[in-house]
């Protein structure tokens, strides 16, 4: 049996050698030590069933042999060279991302993190259009360096003391507290009509792109209603403003499609990927049509992204993905997990509201008069971790419990997960 350091001495050396922004759950955390598909085991070989999959990373399930086989063999063949040299995995990568990705997106880049996707497709929206302002969502969440940081829309995750400008935020389509103070399909999306408003009055009508996510996952799991973003962008065209989707963490199946934009039946004109693209091997990507990407053309490299080992990586997941189908998969499951929510709702006066498409789906915790039900998601979380299921938590109050488990989750986990909230949820 192997021994570990355990979760004292971890805390013990985090505190003193990581930044404290690093960044974690549970008042009483346990130590990961190995995952196999939807399960995780601590110290004590305590087995937990992951209903967060590392925040929608592990589609595939964690260590899916398909995918640990490409990468060793990778390993073992040629870990490394950068781009200044010629390897045929990273193209291999890029025509079969532009077979899956909608409409024209079709030449990509390839960089290690859903950020740098971010932060490269704010830079070539600039480099196309000659502009320079942005337009974000307000609840949104693109990533941790200044610019991705700034086009972030929740302020939990906003910690630049010195805001940048050029960026500016409109309402996002969050219905259970509609920022127009209206009801959906009354309103006439009203908030996606705002983002004119945006545009006329806090822009100087230099506006590059507006960056979204189809689904908020940080934000709460907001899902706009259908014809949302194809309001947006017949909006952004009238202006010429590209829409950048961000898919880092709605892709690759989570929602019941290979890409969530794909429920909306609108064609972005760049969109940024990672997290899911390679099942947890550092990748990431932002792919653009032909005639935004051309104008590309200064040099630009990224030493570690998209190299041998995660280009064959995300080939293996990509297999996985639609080799099993499990983009349906993940529409089948989530419409039965999301049942099992509305029935909890039903009985649970705490679930304010149940949202999501496939298996990205989020339970607000409310108490009376829609509250958030700020300590009490704490509780839950702790609760449910201690009868072996790692839910998450997210939203600009961070009290909605989010249900984001590898899609290769089976009907009978997801019974389980349902029983155990009906009574952790009684027990408040
Ligand atoms: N975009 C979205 C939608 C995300 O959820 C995240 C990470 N949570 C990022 C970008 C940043 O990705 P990374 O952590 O890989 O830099």
Redesign the pocket.
């Known amino acids: 049996m192997a021994s570990y350091i355990g979760p004292a001495e971890i805390l013990n050396k985090k505190r003193k050698y990581l930044i404290p922004c690093v960044y974690h759950f549970y008042q009483q955390p346990m130590q990961l030590v190995r995952g196999q598909m939807q399960y995780l085991y601590d110290q004590t070989g305590k087995q937990y069933l992951d209903c967060f999959a590392g ?1 929608s990373v592990v589609n595939c399930g964690h260590c899916n042999p398909q995918i640990t086989k490409a990468i060793c063999e990778q390993v073992n063949t040629l870990q490394h060279t950068t781009t200044i040299y010629l390897t045929e995995t990273i193209v291999n990568l890029a025509e079969r991302l532009a077979g899956l990705t909608p409409g024209r997106l079709q030449k990509s880049f390839f960089c290690a ?4 996707a ?1 932060e490269g497709a704010a830079l070539l929206a600039s480099i196309y259009t000659g502009k320079h302002e942005f337009i974000s969502m307000r609840q949104g ?4 360096t200044k610019l ?1 940081m700034n086009l972030t829309g929740l302020s939990f995750w906003r910690t630049d003391t010195n805001p940048m400008g050029g960026i500016s935020f409109a309402p996002n389509a969050y219905c259970y507290r509609c920022p127009m103070h209206k009801r959906y399909p009354e309103c006439d999306l009203a908030c996606a009509n705002e983002i004119e408003t945006v545009i006329q009055t806090a822009t100087s009508g230099q506006v590059a792109a507006l960056i979204a ?1 189809p689904i908020q ?2 934000g709460g799991i907001i899902t706009p209603p259908p014809g949302y973003f194809k309001r947006m962008k017949e909006i952004l065209d009238k202006y010429n403003i590209l829409l950048i989707i ?1 898919e ?2 709605t892709g690759f199946g989570r929602t019941g499609k290979m890409f969530a934009i794909e429920h909306y039946e609108v064609e972005p004109d760049i969109m940024t990927m ?2 899911a693209l390679a099942n947890g091997t550092p990748v ?1 990507a932002f792919t653009a049509r032909p005639e935004i990407a051309d104008k590309y053309t200064r040099p630009g490299a990224s030493t570690l992204g998209g190299n041998p080992v995660t280009a064959a990586a995300a080939l293996a997941t990509l297999d996985v993905i639609t080799g099993q189908n499990l983009p349906a998969r993940a529409a089948e499951l989530g419409q039965h997990l999301k049942n099992g929510l509305l029935r909890l709702q039903e009985k649970h006066p705490f679930i304010g509201d149940v949202r999501g498409l496939g298996l990205m789906l989020g339970a607000e915790l409310v108490l009376a008069d829609q509250t958030p039900a700020i300590k009490e998601i704490d509780i839950v979380l702790e609760k449910m971790k201690d009868r072996g299921f790692l839910v998450g938590k997210n939203g600009p109050n961070r009290n909605v419990l989010a249900f984001q488990p590898p899609l290769v989750i089976t009907q009978a986990n997801l019974d389980d997960l349902l029983n155990h909230l009906d009574d952790v949820l009684s027990s408040l």
């Open positions: 925040v993190s859903g950020t740098e971010n969440l693109h990533g941790r991705t996510e996952g940080n961000d880092v963490q990672a997290k990431g």
